[in-house]
């Protein structure tokens, strides 16, 4: 059995969009987010619609049809629309100047 501990480091992040509800990630910082929701092919589409990032979300204030529809936000990457638990979906990669420099292994 493998034990999922919360890492310290992660951050949630929440990008409220104009056309959706939104995008939920978790990432080191915001930059390092928005590195994955471009790797995810969400920016640079998405930038102009993005309305608010709040960081450090509690999930349990985000609407009903997220929380029954997302991964865990706990685990690095896109949690809404559940990204991190797709098995084609690996980051990988290592901090370079403060920043997570990822690659997506399929």
Known sequence: ????????LL?????????????GVT???QADAEEILRIAGY????IPLVQEIVED??????????QRNMGPPS?????YPCLNLHPGYLIEGQMEN?????SIRT
Do not use: C, E, H
């Open 43 to 46: 920016f640079p589409t998405y």
């Open 11 to 23: 951050r949630r992040y929440w990008f409220q969009t104009k056309i959706q509800q939104g995008l």
């Open 75 to 79: 685990v690095r990457g896109v949690w």
């Open 98 to 102: 403060g920043l997570f420099a990822a």
């Open 57 to 66: 979300i509690d999930v349990s204030q985000i609407v009903d049809n997220v």
């Open 27 to 29: 990432a080191y910082s």
């Open 1 to 8: 059995m493998r034990l999922l501990l919360k890492n310290p």
